[in-house]
Antibody
Framework: EVRLADSGGGLVKPGGSLRLSCAAS????????MSWVRQAPGKGLEWISS????????YYADSLKGRFTISRDNAKNSVFLQIDSLTAEDTALYYC???????????WGQGTLVTVSS | QSALAQPASVSGSPGQSITISCTGT?????????VSWFQQHPGKAPKLIIY???TRPSGVPDRFSGSKSGNTATLTISGLQAEDEADYYC??????????FGGGTKLTVL
């Protein structure tokens, strides 16, 4: 069974940083591109970034470039999202998701909540 | 990359059909047949219900169907049921090798 377990969220002060993690299991992690998606409270879904299986290709949403860094560790079956210079607008539930060969997203983590507040 | 345009809300009675549009540009919706639709109930992760414009994943009822014309994709739900009440999102692959979501549509079953 494919499982994605998101973690690392919490309460952070404005200007702070956070590193989110997603632990994958139940499939050959090395063979898949992974993405992060977020959802602010009461708002819609927003795609953040993707990283290819060997980390060769990394892409970010134009509006979010600069403060977000995606990475992965295939030996640990994990993908990460570093977020710097956090603002209140980054308060959201952050999901990791697996990009399927058919170019869609079937499997999602449960999400990890990031709250930015002083 | 601007969000794809979806109506904020739609509604229908049980048994009726509804459609939700998703309008983008020739750089995303109009450029590839990589449009997916997700259903999201409150407090839950998104659930894939349509991918590659028209394909339903295993287990998704055939009441859900998708189509595309030009820069607009459409989700149709026929035979509305109470459990279909949820938020619906489209997503499209873009020429920049990125993804863009629609703003979401709240479906109310009257």
């Amino acid at each position: 069974e494919v499982r994605l377990a998101d973690s690392g969220g919490g309460l952070v002060k404005p200007g702070g940083s956070l590193r989110l993690s997603c632990a994958a299991s139940g499939f050959d992690f090395n063979g898949y591109t992974m993405s992060w998606v977020r959802q602010a409270p009461g708002k819609g879904l927003e795609w953040i970034s993707s990283i290819s299986s060997s980390s060769t290709h990394i892409y970010y949403a134009d509006s979010l470039k600069g403060r977000f860094t995606i990475s992965r560790d295939n030996a640990k079956n994990s993908v990460f999202l570093q977020i710097d210079s956090l603002t209140a607008e980054d308060t959201a539930l952050y999901y990791c998701t697996r990009e399927e060969w058919e170019l869609t997203f079937l499997h999602w983590g449960q999400g990890t909540l990031v709250t930015v507040s002083s | 990359q601007s969000a794809l345009a979806q109506p904020a809300s739609v509604s229908g009675s049980p048994g009726q059909s509804i459609t939700i549009s998703c309008t983008g540009t020739n750089s995303d919706v109009g450029n590839y047949d990589y449009v997916s639709w997700f259903q999201q109930h409150p407090g839950k992760a998104p659930k894939l219900i349509i991918y590659a414009v028209t394909t339903r994943p295993s287990g998704v009822p055939d009441r859900f169907s998708g189509s595309k014309s030009g820069n607009t994709a459409t989700l149709t739900i026929s035979g509305l049921q109470a459990e279909d009440e949820a938020d619906y999102y489209c997503i499209a692959y873009t020429r920049k090798i990125t993804w863009v979501f629609g703003g979401g549509t709240k479906l109310t079953v009257l």
